[in-house]
């Protein structure tokens, strides 16, 4: 069974016949041609119409690529060309956080120094503000919601320092994903949304893994009531059958870009394989299944289910400090100390030894990468018998990898 839906991204489930139809109907009738110099096609239309209207927020236009990492490049030169042409040429600076992830491209520098750092393409510390996790990053006593105004006050100290009219953007993915599949406290997206607003800060939701249902919202950005001027799509777009992203454009941006380009022409943007066809029409035949089967309501129905059973299997147990999770994603993190909040030696490869033995019993999640972590994300139509199944081979795992533990020494 594939707990993780391949990398968060296969959402419809394997084998939908009706998106490889959509796919070959589209590879007969045209199989390929650029979106340049007002070009399009009939599905890339479609579909442009479908996402600035299912998308939240006041969404206007979309530039497509071919992965999230260029959508979320994308990203980075709208929110220059936007700052530009007011006459605001410093007001550059995107601001992410640590453990945040958006992509393995060089332009758009993440938080997550795991992926970034080896190839020194890490964004400079004084770009990055602190993890919302509460669970390791709270001060003793401190509510999530007390927690979440200290990470807000952090954030408009930052700006501060760096200069409002130097910082452009701020990007943050509505639950943080390879971060540690991490929802945001109590609080959180509204306070950080007020210091924004404050120092006219941009928003970009990166949307890759939580939009088109995941969170049990068509987009993490309703479930948590974010207002975006820019989002990030791509995974359930077309649910890997085919690769597409997209760069979603807010009203408010847009229109200085349209008010602009009397003066410096239109927004000079593409690659050879924007808006693919093919790409095209297997996202319009994904988003058929998504609206028709209602995948974000099953998310909500089943991932309540989903994350009562991870909490009642693993929450009691001594290796384990948190179980955490949203919609269908979810997190067990284990702790060699419960009460001290210790965690495991490196050495010891917890996280991964669990994920190999889930694996040799049958289930595919992920040892996430940034502590001993468990990470589920199974596609948005499991069932809750399934979802019966995926926690009874992970609880397996778990108590096998336990016993190992004692059996070397370990007092568990």
Not at 61 to 66: P, R
Request: hydrophobic content about 40%.
């Amino acid at each position: 069974m594939d707990g993780f839906a391949g990398l968060y991204c296969v959402n419809v489930g394997y084998g939908r016949t009706e998106v490889a139809e959509a796919i070959s109907r589209q590879a007969f009738r045209l199989a390929y041609y650029h979106s340049y110099a007002a070009h399009t096609t009939d599905e890339l239309a479609i579909l442009s119409d479908r996402l600035v209207k299912v998308a939240p927020g006041k969404m206007s236009k979309v530039f497509y690529g071919m992965s999230g990492s260029d959508a979320n490049e994308t990203q980075a030169k709208l929110v220059w060309y936007y700052n530009n042409l007011p006459g605001k040429p410093t007001k550059k600076k995107i601001i992410s956080r640590e453990r945040g992830y958006h992509g393995c491209s060089v332009r758009l520098d993440d938080g997550d120094e795991l992926l970034s750092r080896p190839h020194g393409s890490a964004a400079p510390a004084d770009l990055h503000t602190g993890v919302p996790h509460h669970y390791w990053g709270a001060n003793p006593g401190e509510s999530e919601r007390d927690f979440s105004s200290r990470r807000a006050e952090e954030l408009d100290q930052l700006i501060e320092r760096l200069g409002p009219d130097n910082v452009g953007a701020f990007i943050g993915e509505p639950v943080l994903g390879t971060g540690g599949i991490t929802p945001p406290p109590e609080g959180y997206w509204g306070a950080i949304q007020a210091v924004l607003k404050k120092h006219d800060v941009l928003l970009i939701a990166d949307e890759i893994i939580t939009g088109f249902g995941r969170t049990g919202s068509m987009f993490g950005s309703q479930h948590y009531s974010i207002e975006p001027d820019l989002i990030t799509i791509a995974k359930g777009l077309t649910s890997a059958y085919f690769p597409l992203s997209a760069a979603i454009v807010g009203e408010k941006v847009y229109k200085v870009l349209e008010d602009g380009a009397d003066k410096v022409g239109a927004f000079s943007h593409g690659y050879t394989y924007s808006g693919h066809p093919i790409g095209a029409a297997a996202a319009n035949a994904v988003l058929n299944i998504v609206e028709k089967e209602d995948l974000p309501g099953n998310a909500r129905e089943v991932g309540a289910f989903f994350q009562a059973q991870l909490k009642e299997k693993f929450a009691q147990l001594p290796i384990v400090g948190e179980v955490r999770g949203v919609g269908l994603m979810g997190a067990i993190e284990f702790v060699t100390d419960r009460d001290r909040k210790r965690r495991f030696d490196p050495t010891l490869k917890v996280g991964a030894r669990i994920s190999e033995a889930a694996r040799e019993r049958g289930l595919i999640a992920r040892a996430m990468p940034h502590g001993d972590i468990l990470g589920f994300a199974p596609p948005l139509v499991t069932t809750k018998a399934e979802v019966e199944e995926i926690v009874g081979i992970a609880e397996s795992a778990v108590r096998f990898v336990m016993d190992e533990l004692t059996q070397d020494g370990l007092n568990i």
